[in-house]
């Protein structure tokens, strides 16, 4: 596609229950990464996946986040057990080795758990 | 981690030139970038300065690099109301890590 996409761009869900959030980076892109702003404050990064590599998991907060990237492509970042502070805009980006190396960021999912 | 540093916020009148300034602490950045984000929306890339230029011009933006202070700035010429934003400068220290700075919030008052 153009850009990067993500969906949903808002989820409201209860806590304790398990949501996915999927993004779909620019085609050609091969580094995919996941970050977190809560609100009124910077990125968090959460993860970072490059290519065929094991993916970068430094960033994420426990082990109720996990995230994978299926055929190089679309990843899907799962929240288990959410919990209220988990609430925050769920932010993708992808880049290449061109144009500066620079992040393209999808528009984000907004996620709210009550 | 590296830091990066901004000041949170800047406000001027529409017309005026807005200077965003950043500091950062990693020497062997590649690129640095300028991020604008809207209310409710996504980061969109404004401009990058790979690590051996001074000064690059983008019509309205000018970055400037300091490199040996470690010191970045966005110039924005005439700003307009639609400039209001929340502006990130963000380090890239190689392929897999960016630090993003905590952002500035720009209120162009009419």
């Known amino acids: 596609g153009a850009g990067v996409s993500q969906s949903p761009s808002n989820k409201v869900t209860e806590k304790g229950k398990d949501v996915e959030l999927r993004c779909d980076p620019i085609?050609?892109?091969?580094?995919l990464y996941w970050y977190r702003q809560s609100l009124g404050q910077g990125l968090e990064f959460l993860i970072y996946?490059?290519?065929?590599?094991?993916?970068?998991k430094s960033g994420l907060p426990s082990d109720r986040f996990s995230a994978e990237r299926t055929g190089g492509s679309v990843s899907t970042l799962t929240i288990q057990r959410t919990q209220q502070e988990d609430s925050a805009v769920y932010l993708c980006?992808?880049?290449?080795?061109?144009?500066?190396?620079?992040?393209?960021f999808g528009p984000g999912t907004r996620l709210l758990v009550l | 981690g590296e830091d990066v540093e901004q000041s949170l916020f800047l406000s001027v009148r529409e017309g005026d030139s807005s200077v965003i300034n950043c500091t950062y602490t990693?020497?062997?950045?590649?690129?640095l970038y300028w991020y604008k984000q809207e209310p409710g929306a996504g980061l969109q890339l404004l401009t990058y300065?790979?690590?051996?230029?001074d000064m690059k011009q983008d019509q309205r933006l000018t970055v400037l690099l300091n490199k040996k202070d470690k010191h970045l700035s966005l110039r924005i010429a005439d700003t307009q109301t639609g400039d209001s934003a929340i502006y990130f400068c963000?380090?890239?220290?190689?392929?897999?890590?960016?630090?993003f700075g905590s952002g500035t919030k720009l209120n162009v008052k009419p």
């Open positions: 990693d020497s062997s950045s590649t690129y």
């Open positions: 996946f490059q290519g065929n590599s094991a993916p970068d």
């Open positions: 980006a992808s880049s290449s080795l061109a144009g500066g190396q620079a992040q393209y």
């Open positions: 963000a380090e890239r220290e190689n392929f897999n890590k960016f630090y």
């Open positions: 300065i790979f690590s051996n230029m």
């Open positions: 085609s050609g892109h091969t580094a």
